[in-house]
């Protein structure tokens, strides 16, 4: 599985990054691992999912997809960008 960790730097900088893992415990060690070394705090892990969206262009009859990201806005603002309107996504 794949996880985005995401901190903030000693100077208060953005810092964000990937991982793989096996699972969630796994994931958050090996981030605790690498907090420390690179010194930063670590604020959030996110383990990348497949959402399921439905969508719709214009008056044309709406049609529905999957997705996979980390998270439901990363999904929603990315088929915003691409022109559609978003009905739901799950």
Sequence with gaps: ??????GI???????????EADNSRQARKKAQ???????????????????????????????TGEQKAFTRAEVQDALVKMGYRVISVQ
């Design 9 to 19: 730097s000693l100077a208060g900088k953005p810092v964000q990054g990937l991982i």
């Design 1 to 6: 599985m794949e996880f985005r960790i995401e």
């Design 33 to 63: 691992l690498l907090s420390v070394q690179r010194k930063f705090k670590l604020v959030h892990i996110l383990k990348r999912s497949t959402f399921l969206y439905k969508v719709q262009r214009g008056t044309e009859k709406p049609f």
